[in-house]
């Protein structure tokens, strides 16, 4: 599926860190617990590091005990894909960017107390931060 923001591996590589290429161009996994937005509590917005697409409000964010940022639901429906990912014997949803494709984390049906349901389980260094009063 052609994208609105596309580069070439090279092109990836020199605008991201090597541990933001493997997570967001090779669906990676950050380490739980070692997140640097894992306790970002204030008010703002999570984007994508990769293109700068608007994500998650950060009042949708929750603490799931699960060691990665968390969120109840995206900002729009259409700013996040949603693809089947049976990799490592499990049948779970990867949720990438739609804008670029890149790969943020996998969403869970398990967002108990939540007003979705739904826990989406991001990698720190596949979002960006920027709080309200910025």
């Known amino acids: 599926m052609p994208y609105e923001v596309e580069h070439d591996e090279s092109e ?23 997140g640097a937005l894992l306790d970002e509590h204030r008010a703002g917005l999570f984007t994508c590091r990769a293109c700068g ?3 998650f409000l950060a009042g949708t964010k929750f ?11 995206a900002v729009r429906p259409e700013a996040v894909e949603l693809i089947e990912d049976r990799t490592m014997g499990m049948l779970r949803t990867e949720v990438r960017c739609a804008r670029c494709g890149s790969h ?14 739904d826990r ?15």
């Open 12 to 34: 990836w590589r020199s605008k991201l860190s090597p541990e933001e290429f493997a997570v967001l161009r090779q669906a990676a996994t950050e380490r739980p617990w070692t």
């Open 53 to 55: 697409n608007e994500l």
């Open 120 to 134: 989406y389980c991001m990698n720190s260094v596949s979002l960006e931060f920027t709080p309200d009063d910025q």
């Open 104 to 117: 943020l984390g996998h969403v869970f049906p398990d967002g108990f107390g939540t007003p979705t349901g």
């Open 63 to 73: 603490d799931s005990g699960c060691g990665w940022p968390s969120f109840y639901e």
